[in-house]
């Protein structure tokens, strides 16, 4: 070859494209799989977190219940407070409503 470059020149520069294209393909080749690592581990992160939710929502749910049945029983063994109560309840609300 004629020119700037000899041919021991060329190849050398023929060899390092060689190796840099090497090397750029294992750099992708393990930051696809750095990826894939990392996409594993967020999809087990949100399960995780998607059952603490799930646990968490199913105990409040079930401590609702349990409060309503209470209070259900007490207003069923003694009603006349809670009737009292809301009556009182009612009263204020719409005296205050007829003030506008």
Known sequence: MLGLFSSRSHRDAQEYAKEL????????RHG???LH?????????????????EDG???AWELTE???REIDDRVHDN???YIAAGTAL???IGYMLGRR
């Open 32 to 34: 696809r799989g750095r």
């Open 79 to 81: 009603p006349w407070p």
């Open 57 to 59: 929502s199913r105990r």
């Open 21 to 28: 294209r090497r090397g750029l393909r294992e750099s992708a």
């Open 37 to 53: 690592e990392l996409g594993v581990s967020a999809s087990d992160g949100a399960h995780r977190v998607g059952h603490r939710i």
């Open 90 to 92: 009612g009263l204020a």
């Open 66 to 68: 349990e409060s309503a």
